[in-house]
Each structure stands twice: as C-alpha cells, then as structure tokens.
C-alpha cells in the first residue's frame, strides 16, 4: 500500500476528526540506549505548555538491553493515572515493534525508523522517519549519535501533535542545567527533525496539544527527592542505608540536597550525616543507636531490606525508640520485578517484628504528602517513641509527578516526651515505661542529661515500668497493656483520612497511595453508568474513628489496592472484625500503576456477581 493510498484510507475513517489534549503517548525503547533524557524533555515541554501530563517508566531490572516503555499521559481533565490503551507509539524497540503496534486502537499513530521493516495496519497511521539520516544531517558525532538518536522521535512528535519548539528547547536547557553545547547539540536533532516531518509526514492523524493554563505556578520532581527533602525540613541528622531498588534514589537526592540545605555556616560541614551500612541490618541498628542518643534518623529500603530490619524494628518497638523506615515498595515475594511498582508491602509493615507489634505507618499519595511525611514521620516517631513506616512505591518514587509548590513546616519540630535534668530536680523521680498522662507514652530522658535520676537501663527484653528487668505476668501485662494503650492515642494523631461524600452514593471506595489518582477518573467513568460512591482515601494506620464511622454507613465497602492477596482490606477486617463482611478486596498486581478502567472493572464485577 502507497502512502497516498494508506493516507487516504485513514482519512476517510478517522472523518479528519481531533483529539486535542486528551490521550497517552507510549515510548518504546531499549533500556540503556539514553531514552529517559528524551522522555523527561517531552514531558517537560508538554507541562510546560500548561497541560496536564503524567510519565509512567516501565523499565527492566537489568542495566541494558531489555525493552523499556514510558508512557505520557496527556489530559486537559487534570487526569494523572496511566490508561490501558495509548493512543500514540514511538516504536524504537526492533525486538518488540510488532507487539506494540498491535496495542494500538484504530485511527491510533506510529511512528518508527523508516529503515525498519514492519507489518502495516492499514486502521492506524503509520510515520516511518529516516532517524539514521537526519542524525547525519544534523551533524552529530557518530560516538553521540546512539544516545542522541532519541531526539528524533522528539522532533517528529513536536510537528504531529504541535508541541511548541520554544518549550522543548527551555525543557532542554533545564535538563542540561548550563551544559550548553549538549543542550545545542539535542536541539539541533529536534529541529532536524521537525522540519523533516513537517515537510514530509501528512499530518492527518487526530492528535494534538493546546497550550492551557493549568500548570502554571506548579512544579516537576520524583517522589522520593519529595521526601527526602521532607526529611531534611524535619531535621533529620542521621540517615544510613544499604542500596536497593528503588529506594536508592531518595538517599542520593538527600544527600545532593544536605550538601545545599544543612551545611553549619562556621565549620562548612554537614549536620546530617549520610552513611552506606554495610547492610539492611546495620542501616536500620544505626539508625535506632541514633534515636536512642536523642538523633533523629532514618533509613530508605524497599520490600527485602525491610524484611532484614524486622528484628530491630521490634526492638525500635519494644524498647520504645524513634527510628524512621522508608519502603518504596516493589513487586515480591522474593527478588520478584523489582523494577515494578506494587503496595506489597503493607501488612508485613504493619505488623513487622516478631510477637505482637504493630506500627504507625504513613501512607503518602503525591509530592506534597510526600514531603510532608518526610518530616512529619521524624515528629511522629519522637512523639510516639517508636518505628514509623512510609510506605511510598517505586510509581510515586521513580517517576516524574505534577505538584503544588511544598508548603514550609506549619508546626515546630515534635521532639515528644523529655525530661532534662531541670524537670528531674522539680519532679524528684523518674521512671521510663510509667504512663503519667493517660496516652500510654511514658517519658524519657537522653543520653548525657546531668541528673541523678537520669540514667535507666534501655532493654528489649521484658521489664517493670521502672525499666527493671520482670518476668513477672503482670509487668508483662501492664506493659503490653499500656504499649496498646499509647497505639490507641495515635489513630487519632496520625495523618486523618480524606472523605469525599456524593449525594445518592450507596457503596463506598477505600483507596491509598498512588491507587488514588485511579480512584478518581474510575469515579467519573462510573457515575456515566450510574454507579456512584463515596470515598475514603487512607493517610496513615492505625485507622482512627472516620474510617469506622465510613465503613459502617455502607452495606459494602470496596478496597481498592496494588497488590494480590487484599492486604489493606484484611488490615480493615482485623481491625474492625463486626464490619468484615462489609469490606470487598478489589485488589489487582500485575507490576504497573493501577488504571481506572481497572477500577471500573473490578467494581462492576463485584456489584453484578
């Protein structure tokens, strides 16, 4: 078929209509092939045209070689969850080319090097771009032309679906950061580009953007630089860590950030110190030596790292130390996809240790909760003299998000219960695990602090309110009593959930993390089948009163999660066991962001079985 004949036939199904701000392009490259530099400028220059984006990295566990695909989500709606089906495909993966293309939809684009041979959809449009050509043209040394060969399908994008040249160009020189000549060198293929498919490619397929408005003022970053900058507005002084995908990166982006953020004006050093453990076990004992000397530290890992940690962590419980993990979790058991984002890990952070433990966990949905639980954990963990879990995910960690500028801390760092030796003289006695107040949180006191009365024996082993070593049953009763009792006072000073309630809703949605931005197209897409619900997006655990009172007003309520065995809803059955019948695991895993077509699946076949 000519390609006067395949454009004509194309034209006349499609009826020449447009779609302007409201589809998914998907990148299909080889991992190592410089590809991730292409795609941030792409996205970048679409957010920076004012329009909704968001970019799903769907890459290998290897370091080069192994098909890699990023998906940009285009929506003038402000919808930020990745679709089942992209609409548009930059083909540069030979080995999976013909896969791709058969995802298409019809009337869908693909654009691939013209010196490929491939089998042709007559329903979909189909650019073939002399990329090794324009390469030549543009005048790229041939040790570059590899990595910069990616530029290509920019440009070529840029004339199809009118992305402004000018935005491209500012997206380059950010991402080059004053390396001008790279920044030059990228530009020049891009308008090499462009100009060749301007010339030469019937731009008939439907697609295209439109400058808005709606990301003006907003900013551009991972996950996992949110909260490590979080951590660093709370005062974080000590972070140890083994490296592990892919958690890594919010170690390296703290420490980046200390070296702008935490230097001491008079020395020139840092006042946190950033240090790689020989392993998990001694990351997270770090971690608790320095919560225990008054520090406040923290440590970044991900599904196998935390499973090292458990001991210590019920010691951090037990013994009642401040201590802070990060889990940007990743798909199990095992070694499983670690490249792949899943909420995996949730029941095992919730109850981590041995014997009976549970733990605040923190439960963040985009960059400013990321941020914040960055610092409010650190509060949290002084306040409550324990382990605090944040459970992130490599979706929100690793890819690039949309967001309101951070808001600066609102409340003074939380350092919790302390006595100082002013406070010792006054009292004239001191005893560690006593309950003064009601709220289960006995005081302590710091290392160094010059009283008498001070000093106390820090165990993991059974003991008195006086930190005396009893195995007595009703020391062992009292403390594990009062241990419940100071879980119980933090339901209500965790992170509350966020409710939002519609008229006529009978059914209602629990959600966290990043199922969220599912949550919420899927909402919209249900309510044009009439199906409405209420829902209720979990910050934190321990699940305080609203989510009770959330449950019990429904005859069902769906729990809507990244992972195989329901976690979140055995959680919410152990936890309210009169209202289990009522809670219905929607849960799904399959290594990628959850969509709302999956959603709106999953709930229809419950609400029809």
């Excluded at 402000?78 to 791709?100: C, F, H, P, W």
């Excluded at 920044?183 to 060749?196: H, K, P, S």
């Excluded at 000093?455 to 008195?464: I, K, P």
Aim: proline share 5%; with cysteine; aromatic share 8%.
């Amino acid at each position: 078929m000519s390609d006067t004949q395949h454009t004509e036939k194309i034209s006349s199904e499609d009826e020449q209509r447009t779609i302007i701000n409201d589809f998914q392009i998907v990148i299909a490259t080889v991992n190592g092939t410089g590809s991730q530099t292409a795609n941030t400028i792409l996205l970048r220059s679409l957010f920076r045209m004012g329009i909704p984006v968001c970019g799903k990295n769907i890459f290998p566990s290897n370091i080069q070689g192994l098909p890699t695909w990023f998906t940009v989500r285009v929506s003038k709606d402000g919808y930020i969850a990745r679709k089942e089906t992209s609409e548009v495909l930059v083909a540069m993966n030979q080995v999976t080319i013909g896969e791709d293309i058969d995802t298409l939809p019809a009337g869908g684009v693909c654009i691939y090097p013209a010196d490929w041979k491939v089998t042709e959809r007559a329903d979909i449009h189909m650019y073939p771009v002399p990329v090794k050509e324009l390469l030549k043209s543009a005048d790229v040394p041939s040790n570059l032309r590899d990595y910069v060969s990616n530029m290509v399908y920019v440009g070529t994008l840029a004339a199809l679906i009118e992305i402004e040249l000018v935005e491209i160009e500012e997206a380059l020189k950010f991402h080059f950061s004053g390396k001008t000549k790279a920044a030059e060198m990228n530009m020049t293929v891009v308008r090499a580009a462009y100009d060749w498919a301007m010339d030469h490619l019937p731009a008939i397929n439907p697609y295209r953007v439109e400058r808005l408005d709606l990301t003006k003022n907003m900013i551009m970053l991972d996950g996992n630089s949110a909260g490590a900058l979080g951590a660093i507005f709370g005062g974080v002084t000590l972070v140890a860590w083994y490296p592990i995908t892919p958690s890594t990166t919010l170690v390296d982006a703290l420490r980046e950030y200390v070296q702008e953020m935490r230097l001491d004006p008079e020395t020139g050093k840092s006042t946190c110190a950033v240090v790689q453990a020989e392993d998990e076990l001694a990351a997270i004992g770090m971690v608790i030596g320095a919560g225990w000397a008054g520090g406040r530290a923290m440590t970044a890992t991900s599904g196998p790292g935390m499973s090292l940690m458990s001991e210590f962590a019920g010691l951090s419980y037990f013994a009642e130390i401040p201590a802070v993990i990060w889990n940007v979790q990743r798909v199990g058991p095992s070694t499983g996809m670690p490249t792949r984002t899943s909420q995996g890990d949730v029941l095992s952070a919730y109850f981590l240790g041995h014997g009976d433990s549970k733990h605040i966990v923190l439960l963040p949905n985009n960059l400013n909760e990321a941020f914040e639980f960055g610092w409010r954990a650190l509060d949290l963990a002084d306040r409550f003299q324990t382990l605090v879990l944040v459970l992130s995910d490599l979706d929100l960690g690793m890819n690039p998000w949309m967001s309101e500028p951070f808001k600066y801390p609102d409340e003074p760092i939380d350092r919790g219960k302390v006595f100082t030796a002013k406070d010792l003289e006054r009292l004239g006695t001191f005893s560690r695990y006593k309950d003064v107040d009601g709220d289960g949180i006995a005081y302590r006191t710091l290392p160094g602090t010059k009283h008498p009365l001070a000093a106390y024996f820090t165990r993991g082993t059974s003991h008195d309110e006086h930190a005396i070593y009893s195995e007595r049953p009703e020391h062992w009763v009292a403390n594990t009593e009062r241990l419940n009792r100071k879980f119980d006072t933090a339901r209500s000073k965790v992170p509350a959930p966020v409710i939002n309630e519609v008229d006529g809703a009978q059914i209602g949605v629990i959600a966290y993390g990043t199922t969220h931005p599912a949550v919420v197209e899927g909402r919209d897409l249900l309510r044009r089948k009439a199906v409405k619900f209420d829902y209720l997006r979990l910050r934190a655990l321990p699940p305080g009163e609203d989510v009770r009172k959330f449950i019990e007003k429904h005859p069902r309520c769906y729990v809507f999660e990244n992972n195989s065995d329901g976690q979140m809803a055995k959680i919410l059955q152990t936890e309210y066991p009169e209202y289990a019948s009522k809670i219905v695991s929607l849960a799904h895993l399959d290594g990628l962001p959850l969509t709302a077509e999956r959603l709106v699946t999953l709930l229809l076949q419950k609400e029809n079985a």
